[in-house]
């Protein structure tokens, strides 16, 4: 069983930058793409970012290019998401997700991903 635990979340000023944590354990962390959504009260879930299992191809959302940048640490089995330039806008609750998977390609819909975190709040406030 794969699991995930977000970290990191919390609430700032606009500008301001936060980064937060996925550590993932219960499978072989190299194996999995690992991706990132966020999901606003009374809005559907939306991609953010992912990482391949190699973690030589990023993919991100248009909103999240030049501010977000996600990474993979595999020696602590942890992915990061690296928030800078936040807006009100990005207010919402964050979740990371896995799909096992060597494949480099992307991962843009939530039913791709078998393990999803608990998720963590991110408040932006203007």
């Known amino acids: 069983q794969v699991n995930l635990v977000e970290s990191g979340g919390g609430s700032v000023q606009a500008g301001d930058s936060l980064r937060l944590s996925c550590a993932v354990s219960?499978?072989?962390?190299?194996?999995?793409?690992v991706g990132w959504f966020r999901q606003a009260p009374g809005k559907e879930r939306e991609f953010v970012a992912q990482i391949t299992a190699s973690g030589l191809t990023t993919y991100y959302e248009d909103f999240a290019k030049g501010r977000f940048s996600i990474s993979r640490d595999n020696a602590q089995n942890t992915v990061y998401l690296q928030m800078d330039s936040l807006k009100p806008d990005d207010t919402a609750v964050y979740y990371c997700?896995?799909?096992?998977?060597?494949?480099?390609?992307?991962?843009?819909?939530?039913?791709?991903?078998?393990?999803w975190g608990q998720g963590a709040q991110v408040t932006v406030s203007s």
């Open positions: 997700a896995a799909r096992q998977t060597y494949s480099a390609g992307r991962y843009y819909y939530p039913t791709s991903y078998n393990s």
């Open positions: 219960g499978g072989t962390f190299s194996a999995f793409a």
